[in-house]
């Protein structure tokens, strides 16, 4: 392989092409999620990971370069909470500085995006952000992130990214039975002709923490079904092959919503993503067990083509399908945490 040639688009055991890179930057959070980081587990006396065992900025920005040359064209920051990393302005800079990366994402709880952050953020090079809200009202709000963190709090961040400029400004909303399907029309409501596309996504048995089980599983047809009982829907063609979520648009022109529906209509025919930890470990799917030690492969002294040829060899036997292939059994596995790989 001569690095001077034209760099081949990395494929997969199943013709998937390689596009998207999520990079978790850090496994701390100022939320405790329910589905996510249970308090229970992630409380007084957990270890969090230190600083000296993160991958630097300077190795991230190595990683993100090589992966550009097996057709990465698209990065996802992502955390525990991204922006409790400090100085993340830094690693989009030298991330925005990749030749064909033409797009980084920030996946945020926005407590911590003031207006004059959203401003660093997005003049360092983010182009797009998304946030996580669960609810519209801080009863429901408050017992999902188990912090106290009120929903205006959050709202304010939505504003101060919309008015950052960012390309776009999309809302993750995560829907469990029994948490706040009750939320699930009043907030179609709140962003319906705002111009910021929520988006619904199932609950997943993402990690071994937060008690997953299929009967807490509102579906996407669900969701769809109940918002348009009052906005009604339809569905639209997807931006772009492999795009996580379907689109609907409202018919009386207010907008679109996304729904993800990992769980009853799985999607892992396109599936272009692979995911690096905050320590370094390589990830081909979501719902992994094992990652590869890619930190400690770079820490050998191994050259730039040596770590293209590993990643090649890497996701051309890529064969994960996880969600297609769920069973009772599966979901028992050991599976790498949400805030480890950031969803
Ligand atoms: S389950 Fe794995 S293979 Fe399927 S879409 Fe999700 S990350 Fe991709």
Redesign the pocket.
């Known amino acids: 392989m001569d690095r001077n040639d034209a760099p081949t688009v990395a494929s997969d055991a199943l013709g998937r092409n390689i596009h998207d890179l999520r990079i978790s930057v850090t496994d701390r959070c100022n939320f405790r999620c329910v589905y996510c980081m249970p308090k229970e587990v992630f409380g007084r006396g957990y270890r969090f990971l230190q600083k000296k065992e993160l991958l630097s900025f300077e190795e991230i920005e190595r990683i993100v370069r090589v992966f550009a040359r097996l057709g990465v064209r698209k990065i996802r920051l992502t955390g525990g909470e991204p922006l409790v990393r400090s100085e993340l302005e830094l690693l989009i800079e030298k991330i925005a500085a990749v030749d064909s990366i033409h797009d980084i994402s920030l996946t945020t709880n926005a407590a911590l995006l003031s207006p004059k952050r959203a401003r660093s953020l997005r003049s360092a090079g983010l182009s797009r952000v998304n946030v996580s809200l669960d609810a519209l009202d801080d009863e429901t709000f408050k017992a999902v992130n188990d912090v106290g963190v009120s929903v205006q709090k959050v709202l304010d961040g939505i504003s101060a990214a919309a008015d950052a400029g960012f390309d776009s400004v999309k809302v993750n909303m995560v829907v469990k039975r029994g948490m706040n399907e009750h939320s699930i029309v009043p907030m179609a409501r709140y962003f319906h002709g705002t111009g910021q596309i929520l988006r619904f996504i199932e609950f997943m048995d993402v990690g071994n923490t937060n008690r997953w089980h299929n009967d807490a599983v509102i579906t996407g047809a669900e969701i769809v079904d109940s918002i348009s009982a009052e906005l009604p829907l339809e569905s639209i063609e997807p931006n772009y092959k492999g795009e996580v979520a379907q689109r609907w648009r409202y018919q009386d022109g207010g907008g679109e919503i996304g729904v993800i529906s ?1 769980v009853s209509q ?3 025919g396109d ?1 272009s ?1 692979v995911r690096l930890s905050a320590v370094g470990k390589l990830y081909t ?3 992994a067990a094992n990652g590869f030690n890619l930190l400690e492969f770079i820490r050998e002294g191994k050259s730039d083509a040596e770590i293209e040829l590993k990643l090649r060899s890497l996701w051309s036997r890529r064969r ?4 297609e292939t769920r069973t009772v059994e599966s979901v028992l596995l050991p599976k790498v945490e949400m805030s480890h790989i950031g969803g």
């Open positions: 990992s799985p999607f892992c599936c993503r799917c979501l719902f994960d399908r996880y969600s």
